[in-house]
Structures are given as structure tokens and as C-alpha cells.
């Protein structure tokens, strides 16, 4: 299966979500990652579950008018990553972590969306990482369940900060809840310290992947400061069989002093590298000439 390139919406924050989606088709992007985050994104869980079927059509129509498909759905139900955690130790919390991902589950039935990506958890007082890992799977095995009955795919993210912040913890994650896949992102491992080969084991598990630059101890950075070598990523794709979408995935926040860089540049200079390697065409770097 051949690699397509998807953009996401929440890249340009300052935008409205249709100037977004806009930029994303004229720069040649064919699939969208919708972010669906509490009190942050565009459309916020907290404002679609007040009436699922008329947003599913207003996001509907954005996609068809800009020739879009939708190549992820990424919730995050709270910007702070324990609220409504699958392995929250509050049923309270849990619960309204399951009926966020019930609203976002029938908003991508709605769109024909494929997948769901969403966060592992986190390491909560009281629990050893193992106990975390086990908690977390119990809830996330019930949402892989809802979603195939639909033909959708659920994955999680693992990411600095929460649970599965290693491919070890990553892979227990997987053993424990069948069914369960990986939006990948080697950034999350690459800031860490890790070396870049370090994910390699997740790629036959990956659903959707996540590309931008970045370094150790710097989460993103521009084309010239990145030291992921995602030429040979995306080769080991191939190797694997992968055969989701590729994100390029800049976000504009302060977390991580994800602030630094011009998204729109960065984003054209990894689409047309990540474009030149899957065309197996020449990649020449734009250089800047003063």
C-alpha cells in the first residue's frame, strides 16, 4: 500500500478551522488530522457532544469543499493529560474519559474516518508502571472493542509525560490490549535522549505516524536543527508493510517551547522531502541564500 501525506489542523491555531483546513489542500495535502482537544483545539469535545450528528455534518462539508479526507481523529479530552485518563484513579474521571471518546467514536463513524488516536494515560501516585500499564489497558480494550464494530481502528500515542513513554512500555501497552495499534511519533522518544533507531520496533504496530523536527531535549525545531532521519523511516515503513498516513504534525504551542519556528515553512520542507522519498525522486533541500 502506498503512503499518503496527511497535515494537521491544529498546526495554525490563530487561523479559523476552515482557513486550516484551506492551507492544508493548497499545500497539496490530501488527508487531515483532526485534533479534537479540550479547551484547545478548533472543535473541542466539550462542544460536539452537545449535538454529534450537526457537527459531523458541518466538518463533513468543510472536507468535501476543500477536497480533504479524514486521515485521523486525535483526542485529548483535557489539556492536562490525567484529567479523564483511561487509568484514572477516579471512576468519575474514567467515566468521562469513556463518554468523550462515545462522542468521538460516532464523529468518525459519521466522517468515515478509519482511526481514533488517543492519549496511554498517566503514571498516578500508588501505582507501579506495570499496575499503570494494566489499569490503562482495561479501558482502552473496551474502546478498541466499541470502535471495531464499526471498522475503525483505535491507537495511542506514547508520548513523554504520560505511561508508555519508551518502546518497552509502549510494547507492554500492546500485549495487554489486543487489538490496540500506535500513532507514532519519534519525537517523543528522540527529546528523551533516545537514539533515533530506539522506535524502530513500533513501526510494525503503527496505525498513523507523526513527523516534524526535532532534537534531543527539543521537541520541535526546524528542517535544519531535525535529527530524525525520516528518509529512512519511511523506507523502514515500506519494509514493514506500513500503509497509513504520514502526519507532518507542527503545533504552535508553548508547551515544550513548541513556539519557535514558522509552521508553514517547516511544513512544506518535510512534505516535500517526505514526498520526494515516497515518489522515490531527488530531494534538494530549499537553502537559504542570505
Known sequence: MSIKLSCADFTWPLLTHDQSLALIATLGFKGVDLGIFGNRSHIRPEVIRDDVPMWAGILRERLDQHGLEPADVFLIPNTDFGGMAPNHPDPREREAGREAFTDVLDLACRLEAKGISSTTGLLF??????????????????????????????????????????????????????????????????YQGMEQTAPDVLLPHARHF??????????????????????????????????????????WTAIWNCNQVDNTSETIRFRDLAQAVINGTEHVPFVHTV
Open 125 to 190: 501516585d500508588g501505582e507501579s508502571p506495570s499496575e499503570s500499564l494494566q489499569n490503562a489497558a482495561e479501558e482502552l480494550s473496551w474502546r478498541v472493542d466499541q470502535a471495531n464494530r464499526h471498522g475503525i481502528t483505535v491507537s495511542v500515542e506514547p508520548a513523554v509525560g504520560t505511561n508508555a513513554d519508551t518502546p518497552d512500555k509502549a510494547l507492554e501497552m500492546l500485549a495487554l490490549s489486543p487489538g490496540l495499534k500506535l500513532t507514532l511519533d519519534y519525537c517523543h522518544f528522540v
Open 210 to 251: 507523526h513527523c516534524r523536527g526535532c532534537a534531543p531535549n527539543r521537541m520541535q525545531v526546524d528542517f535544519d536543527e531535525n535529527t530524525i532521519d525520516y528518509a529512512r523511516i519511511i523506507n523502514k515503513m515500506r519494509d514493514v508493510g506500513y500503509g497509513g498516513w504520514f502526519g507532518v504534525e507542527f503545533v
